[in-house]
């Protein structure tokens, strides 16, 4: 069976662009970012991060049985505990019974808990994680510019093992070029990076109706 030909990281980058520009520019987003909103709204979206995480962690130790997955699964990326420590903040030790998930994140976690190989296994972390590490910490700033958050409430958003995220984000693209997927595969793990950002953008876009 043959290999790769193309670099996997770079290949999900070309194939997710678009998509990636559409989640990023939607309404909610782009109000959230630039303080239109308030931190109430930035609660309901950690709210909704919940379901998606604690899906592709389980996930990870799905699939942790195959060796190339293994390559990907880092512990100093699970965010589901740091989750729940910021709901706890923004919605009080109740949290559980105070949040509202909405249907669209809903369907976004049962997507991830249908997958069961390598390709999109890869296309979910990478559009989950590196997006954290990159554009997550974009919003990190500005919910502390906008909103005058400290860090309570935004743990999801730092990586306390993983002080630069650069050299971090080039490790995690070398293994991921390094899983050596057969050109139908790679084909497969794009597709699947697209619909990632596809369940993101109607998330977002449920979020926006709501605030």
Request: net charge negative.
């Given at each position: ?13 070309t ?15 782009t109000?959230?970012?630039?303080g ?5 709204a930035y609660?309901?979206l ?18 942790s ?20 420590q ?35 296994y890869?296309?979910?972390a ?5 997006g ?18 400290g ?16 050299p ?7 293994r ?9 595969e790679?084909d ?8 990632a950002?596809?369940l ?5 876009t449920a ?5």
């Open positions: 069976m043959p290999a790769q030909t193309d670099a996997l990281s770079a290949h999900l980058r194939s997710t662009r678009t998509a990636h520009d559409t989640a990023e520019t939607t309404g909610f987003i109000r959230l970012m630039g239109e909103l308030g931190v109430d609660a309901d950690a709210a909704q991060q919940l379901p998606v995480y604690e899906a592709l962690e389980r996930a990870s130790a799905r699939l049985g195959d060796a190339r997955v293994r390559t990907l699964i880092f512990d100093e990326l699970t965010r589901t505990p740091s989750i729940r910021d709901l706890e903040f923004l919605f009080g030790p109740e949290w559980n019974g105070s949040i509202d998930i909405l249907d669209e994140a809903r369907a976004y976690a049962q997507r991830i808990d249908e997958i069961n190989d390598v390709p999109e890869a296309a979910h990478y559009t989950r994680y590196l954290d590490l990159s554009g997550g910490q974009i919003i990190k700033r500005m919910m502390q510019r906008h909103y005058g958050m860090d309570e409430g935004l743990a999801f958003y730092h990586f306390e093992e993983i002080p630069k995220p650069k971090f984000k080039d490790i995690y693209r070398e991921l070029d390094g899983l050596g997927l057969t050109g139908e790679l497969r793990a794009g597709r699947e990076a697209q619909l950002f596809e993101n953008t109607k998330l977002f979020l926006g109706a709501r605030h």
